[in-house]
């Protein structure tokens, strides 16, 4: 059994190798997320905060407020 783990671990010692040795040769192109991942971030945060900006500002909306204070009960009827 211990030689047919070292046998493996061997091969895929060369076999990580190899990759390495492949990629370090290979020319590093940027991909699309290189290129416009930042500008996309930025895009979204901005559209994100031009819509809550104007829900929050614009649509008359009461967020959450309390009622305490503003809410008188009515009298009992029996």
Not at 23 to 52: C, I, M, R, S
Request: charge should be positive.
């Amino acid at each position: 059994m211990f030689p047919v783990a070292r046998a493996a671990l061997s091969l895929a010692a060369r076999r990580v190798q190899h990759t390495a040795v492949r990629q370090a040769h290979h020319k590093y192109e940027p991909n699309f997320h290189d290129k416009y991942g930042n500008l996309v971030l930025l895009g979204g945060a901005a559209v994100f905060a031009t819509v809550w900006g104007y829900v929050f500002t614009q649509t008359g909306i009461e967020w959450g407020l309390s009622p305490v204070g503003r809410i008188t009960p009515k009298e009992w009827r029996e």
